[in-house]
Nanobody
């Protein structure tokens, strides 16, 4: 069982930056591929970025490539999402997720554990 707690969300102006963190419980954090998803009001949850167990493999949605960076620190049981050049359309609740699978999937159904989410609001 893994418990995930996100933090770092907030209100920021367009063009600004935020750094989201997701702290995981348990001693096997390094065995889980991790990902960030987001969900805007009235929209489905969408993939943002994923990272492999060692941090050597990362994947990002086309909509955030070049702006968002996923990383992890297995010694701290934490995964991060650096959000730069934020746009109003990035406004959403951001969730981190852990998978018991082998690779950093891009589909939400492949993830077994979810955090409660952190709100990111970008004003124009």
């Amino acid at each position: 069982q893994v418990q995930l707690v996100e933090s770092g969300g907030g209100l920021v102006q367009a063009g600004g930056s935020l750094r989201l963190s997701c702290a995981a419980s348990g001693r096997t954090f390094s065995s889980y591929p991790m990902a960030w998803f987001r969900q805007a009001p009235g929209k489905e949850r969408e993939f943002v970025a994923a990272i492999g167990r060692s941090g050597g493999s990362t994947y990002s949605a086309d909509s955030v490539k070049g702006r968002f960076t996923i990383s992890r620190d297995n010694a701290k049981n934490t995964v991060y999402l650096q959000l730069n050049s934020l746009k109003p359309e990035d406004t959403a609740v951001y969730f981190c997720a852990a998978s018991t699978g082998l690779i950093p999937y891009t589909m939400a159904r492949e993830y077994d554990y979810w955090g409660q989410g952190t709100q990111v609001t970008v004003s124009s």
